[in-house]
Nanobody, 116 residues
Framework: VQLQACGGGLVQAGGSLRLSCAAS??????????WGWYRQAPGKQRELVAD???????NYADSVKGRFTISRDNAENTVYLQMNSLKPEDTAVYYC?????????WGQGTQVTVSS
């Protein structure tokens, strides 16, 4: 299983970006338990940004509630993260993951930089 994340970039504060993460090599999509987006800023630990279960229930970090939206396309095995009203403190490398049965797979990360 491989995950390819894209959509990062440089944006001014208040702007928007949409990240996507496509998974390949998944034989049985029914084994997908959920997807997640995490981020890691320089000198900080990786933290959960948002996740979405196989049933569609979502969970967000308090710092992004009301600004970020996670969604998925089951047919394409892809997860998205719509990020609005971006702040400089959102600057980080963003990673996606997918949980298949009991195993997590991670993407390579995409850089998001928000200038003030």
């Amino acid at each position: 299983v491989q995950l390819q994340a894209c959509g990062g970039g440089l944006v001014q504060a208040g702007g928007s970006l949409r990240l996507s993460c496509a998974a390949s090599g998944i034989v049985f999509s029914i084994n997908i338990m959920g997807w997640g987006w995490y981020r890691q800023a320089p000198g900080k630990q990786r933290e959960l940004v948002a996740d979405i279960s196989s049933r569609g229930s979502t969970n967000y970090a308090d710092s992004v509630k009301g600004r970020f939206t996670i969604s998925r396309d089951n047919a394409e095995n892809t997860v998205y993260l719509q990020m609005n009203s971006l702040k400089p403190e959102d600057t980080a490398v963003y990673y996606c993951n997918v949980k298949l049965s009991r195993t997590y797979y991670w993407g390579q990360g995409t850089q998001v930089t928000v200038s003030s």
